[in-house]
């Protein structure tokens, strides 16, 4: 299979497609995550009710052992080609890397959203940092177009 798609999608532009794509999603995240810290630390949001705040922990922690393997398994199964021994699509790579990036940014979200109802950066803050540090580690690095 030629290394360049019907659609002109190479390897190497999915791979840099895929790379933007994964820090402009982190980029948002660091801001939301630095004025989530910065709400919570100066006092600016109060507490939310319990009822409310425990079970959205609790859903962080559920999302965050679900959908973080999920994003891993999706990725490789989206990669992967249909035909044993055929090279990947271009196209595949990059819509795997989206994939992978939108499910661990979906935990990121939640956790934070939960970090500024609960009023405190435990364990909101924590999982959602402990999420980006998945997405930091996996963004496509130029080697992996060889």
Avoid: Y
């Amino acid at each position: 299979m030629p290394d360049t798609a019907p659609n002109g999608m190479t390897r190497d532009k999915a791979l840099r497609q895929a790379r933007l794509v994964a820090l402009a999603l982190l980029a948002g995240q660091v801001i939301f995550l630095a004025v989530a810290a910065l709400l919570v630390a100066t006092g600016a949001i109060a507490p939310g009710p319990a009822e409310l705040s425990q079970p959205l922990a609790a859903a962080c922690i559920v999302v965050f052992a679900v959908l973080v393997p999920l994003a891993f398994i999706l990725r490789r199964r989206l990669f992967e080609p249909r035909d044993p021994g055929a090279t990947p699509e271009p196209a595949n790579l990059l819509k795997a890397h989206i994939v992978f990036f939108a499910l661990c940014e979906t935990v990121t979200l939640l956790c934070l959203v939960a970090t500024l109802v609960h009023g405190a950066l435990v364990p909101g803050a924590i999982l959602a940092l402990l999420s980006m540090g998945v997405q930091v580690t996996n963004v496509p690095r130029a080697e992996d177009a060889a």
